[in-house]
Nanobody
């Protein structure tokens, strides 16, 4: 499985960004697709996930501001980031696993989101 994330950048507080992840591989169409992030000096943390049938799950810190979606036909997953805050600054990683939190899940290379105050 290959995951290619894109869409990061620099944005002001309150701004928006859209991250995309293109996935390829044998079981991508059935995988649980997730986004994680890692801020400087902190551990990687869960942001959001979406199953093949569209069931979503969000970290409390992003609920109401971020929206995850997937296009099963194109094998892509997106993360719409809105009302961004400086604490959202992190490298965002795309993840594909058979289930949420799978230890052997696949990871993309990460895309940096920087929110200026």
């Amino acid at each position: 499985v290959l995951l290619q994330a894109s869409g990061g950048g620099l944005v002001q507080t309150g701004g928006s960004l859209r991250l995309s992840c293109a996935a390829s591989g044998r079981y991508v169409s059935t995988a649980v697709m997730s986004w994680y992030r890692q801020a400087p000096g902190k551990q990687r943390e869960f942001v959001a996930s979406v199953t093949r049938d569209g069931t979503t799950n969000y970290a409390n810190s992003v609920k109401g501001r971020f929206t995850i979606s997937r296009d099963n036909a194109k094998n892509t997953v997106s993360l719409q980031l809105s009302n961004l805050k400086p604490e959202d600054t992190a490298v965002y990683y795309c993840n594909a696993g058979r289930f949420l939190g799978e230890k052997n899940a696949y990871w993309g290379q990460g895309t940096l989101v920087t929110v200026s105050s």
